[in-house]
Each structure stands twice: as C-alpha cells, then as structure tokens.
C-alpha cells in the first residue's frame, strides 16, 4: 500500500452519486484509470470499509483513498547516449538517432529509445498507468531522426495526449526528395489507409476502404534543380508515414525511402543510407506548468552531408590586401620618366633593366629607336 493517504468529504450537491466519480471530480489531478486501480486493489475506504468503485456515497461521507504502490517495468534499463533538448521532472525531449526504434515489439531488441529512458530517467518516472515506464506520447519511424516528447507523470501524459488529440502542437519535419516541386507550397490532404497489396506499407486510399482523413502542409526551403530539393512538411493528423505517403502521392519521394519508390540516384555525390527525414521542430504547452515550450533539433551528421553534397561548390575567396606580399622596408620608389615624341612628352614608370634588354656599349636608347653615337 503506498504511504500517501488522500481524504476527501463529499460536499453538499447530488443527494446521491457513485464513488468513482466524486473522487474524480476531487482529484483532477490523478486519472480515472489510477482511480479505478484504487478500486479494483481495494485502497478506497468509506468509515474504514473498502468500497467498490459504483458504491453510492452521500454529502457528507468521509472517503479514503491511496493509490499502489507503481510497478517496476519488466524491461531492462539500457545505458544508450540520449540528445536531450529539453528535461525537468514531468517530461523530456530527445534529439532521437535515426535507426532508433522507439518502443520494443516484435523483432526488436534492447535498444530501443524506451530501454535508454528507463536507464536515462531511472528514479524520476512516477508511473504511467500504474507501471514504471516513459509515456510515449507519440512516435517517430525507425530511419526517422529528430525531436520526440516523453511524459515522466500520468498528469503530463494526460495532457500531452490531450494536446496531440485536439491538434494544438507545432510537428515540423525537414524532407530531401526527388525532383522540384513546381509550386513554392501547398497543402495535401487525402486519406491514408493500410496498402491492400502490401500491408507493411501505406498508401492513399478512399474513406469506404479504411482511409483516415490525413493533412500535410509543405514549403519550399531549398532547391538543387533538378536532383531535388528541401521541403519543410508541417503536420495536422499523425497517420502511419504520412509524410512519406503524401510527398509520394505529389511526385516527390522522399531520398533513401526505397519502401516508397526511391531508386539510387548516380548524379548524387553521396547516396542516402536511410530516409532523409527529420522532425526538425516541436512546440506545445507545457501540461503541468502552461509555459510555452518551443525546441529544434540540429540535422544529424548523416543528413547534413548528402545535402552538402547537393550544394555548388562555392568560389574561392580573394585574398584580403593584409596577406599579399609587403614591400621590403626601406625600399624606395622609383620615379617616373619623362620621354619626348616629337612634341609630346609622355610620362613611364621607369622598369629596371635586365641583362636580354639592356642597350650595347656605345648606343643611346631613345623612344623605340636606337641610334650611334657620332
């Protein structure tokens, strides 16, 4: 049984209501699920009686609640390197490596990004619905690199989710495709459904055949005609690949996603490895403390060399007056040299001679023409 012993009195209002939901109504702060597990272990009691979750109080009653004490996860903390871009005790933001999977499953092994919080936040996790484990609000594809939130507390899970669920985050992804796109910008919104041909994929698909209504904003950051170019793609729904289902649908595959219908490019200087993907910026409100919080994620190393790789080589710099050669110190000017042609003077810099032309002994050097003495 935990230590932490909550009371609450029924106040004056419904002669009658269950219990589950005077004790929600109460502690806001706590979920109904953690509520009902109270419940279901037996830990709400009514003058020292354990209680069921639909008993009948009334104004006046006097409840007493705590919750279990939270499970350990049955997974294995595993120390992996994080980029962390944001922490404190409710939530965390990751800089995740592409290649990373986020939660374990079928197939996977111990280093998946929830075996590297568990070790990274060992000791700060309160629980998310009863067990000791990171709240994986959302998630991101295995080659897919960049920012990724993570609940610590129920009450920080609660309210991520609901912020995912009423569409009032900020999800921008930086894409490399194929090819330029004709317009600087434009919005795509078709439904996205499991591919019937190939269910490990997705694909655009009417409503009546399993299709959820997907929206993808996308603009124009950089182009390298006629290879490719930079795209930023903002999302409004989070369907499986959509932005790679989407910028498929427009003509613009994604470099390296060959599940989609990338094909090895020769005339790039570098091939991708993976899909140039990133979720490059995440804002939303804080579930706990209401501050704005507004992160980006730097380009991975990988995605930033294929794009160094597009980009023209640039001129090289003049070199500035200070590193051309000095003049010897104590060197003097020669001055100029003032010749007749007929009734004109002209004005030379005088040159030093050299020995190939330097006049014979006995000629004078007049102008272009060289005359003997007399």
Known sequence: MSSSLLTH????????????????????????????????????????????RDHTVHPGDSLELDFPDVKPAELRPVKIPLSVLFEDR????V??????????????????????LLAHCRGSLSGIGGVERPGIVHRLDRETSGAIVV???????????????QRTLVKEYLALVQGVPPLLSGSIRKAIGRNLQHRHKMAVVDDDEGGRAAHTDWEVVETFAPRASLLRCTLHTGRTHQ???????????????DVYGWKPDSSLTLQ??????????????????GKRIDLRAPLPDDFSRVLAGLRPVAPEAPRPPSARKAKQPGAKRRPPVS????????????????????????????????????
């Not at 499953?105 to 590297?116: N, P």
């Not at 993907?277 to 403390?289: I, K, N, S």
């Open 151 to 165: 609940a610590k507390t129920d009450a920080a899970h609660r309210g991520l989710s609901e912020q995912f669920a």
């Open 95 to 116: 800089n995740k490596a592409a290649g990373m999977v986020v939660h374990p499953g079928a197939g996977t092994d111990e280093t998946t990004l929830v075996h590297a």
């Open 9 to 52: 009195t029924v106040p004056a209002g419904p002669l009658r209501q269950r219990a589950d939901k005077a004790l929600a109504a109460a502690f806001p702060e706590h979920s109904r699920a953690a509520i009902q597990r109270a419940f279901d272990a037996g830990h709400v009691r009514l003058a020292g009686k354990v209680i069921s």
């Open 243 to 257: 932005i790679r289902v989407h910028l498929k649908s427009i003509g613009h595959v994604i470099l390296g996603d």
């Open 272 to 289: 991708p490895e993976r899909v140039l993907l990133h979720a490059e910026h995440l804002a939303f409100r804080h579930p706990v403390t």
């Open 339 to 374: 010749v007749k042609r007929g009734s004109k003077t002209s004005v030379k810099r005088a040159v030093k001679p050299s020995a190939k032309s330097s006049a014979k002994p006995g000629r004078k050097r007049v102008g272009s023409r060289t005359r003997r003495r007399s």
């Open 90 to 93: 409710h939530l965390l933001v």
